[in-house]
């Protein structure tokens, strides 16, 4: 999983045959994850919750709290393990490290319609810090549950939640490459088009 931040500086993001700088570029922060694990949530009446605790070598890295009402997905939130909200207003933790989708289905229908936007609007600009990405490799990660009712129900919402997590990861990459081809022609630094996609074999 990625998600993105923004920090107020310029970084270089080529050597030969230019250097090449991005003024307030948006940054990829990695959570490595090698395991999931299940705890049961409070959720408001005729809902179900769910905690989906992403693991690196069996520590919490990240988060994904989940909230259904039947098979629907009504609230994702996503928090790494570094958030804090005096950590975030210091400036020692990114914002991302928070993400909240309230709506998820209506969040997707704005991805959406801002990914049409960006093929016609050549003006229009983009930075994913609300946005994540996951790889291929969450879905070869296996949940294991108890042998119980809420188990099942468990394993059946993280695939619930897992189609979400994989439509905004598609979303949110057709726009940042969107952006990012409409700002190398911008800038002419057409060395670039071909490094600029070598990222998506990556992500799911």
Not at 18 to 33: E, L, T
Not at 54 to 66: M, P
Not at 134 to 146: F, G, H, M, P, Q
Not at 183 to 197: D, V
């Amino acid at each position: 999983m990625v998600t993105f931040h923004q920090p107020n500086t310029r970084v270089q993001i080529s050597e030969f045959p230019r250097r090449i700088f991005a003024k307030d570029a948006v940054v990829g922060v990695p959570v490595a994850i090698d395991g999931v694990k299940w705890s049961e949530m409070e959720a408001p009446e005729g809902s179900v919750g769910h905690v989906y605790s992403l693991v690196w070598e069996d520590r919490e890295v990240c988060k994904v709290e989940a909230t259904l009402q039947g098979d629907v997905l009504q609230r994702v939130v996503v928090v790494q393990s570094g958030y804090s909200p005096l950590l975030v207003a210091a400036g020692f933790s990114p914002e991302s490290s928070l993400l909240v989708y309230g709506a998820p289905s209506a969040h997707l229908d704005a991805m959406r319609k801002l990914r049409g936007a960006l093929k016609t609007d050549d003006e229009l600009g983009y930075a994913p810090t609300a946005e994540l990405v996951v790889t291929k490799a969450l879905d070869r990660i296996e949940l294991r549950t108890s042998h119980t009712a809420k188990g099942e129900a468990a394993l059946r919402d993280w695939k619930t939640t897992k189609a979400f997590l994989h439509a905004l990861s598609a979303c949110t990459a057709d726009c940042i490459d969107l952006y990012t081809a409409a700002e190398i022609e911008r800038t002419r630094a057409h060395e670039l088009r071909e490094p600029a996609k070598a990222w998506r074999q990556h992500v799911a």
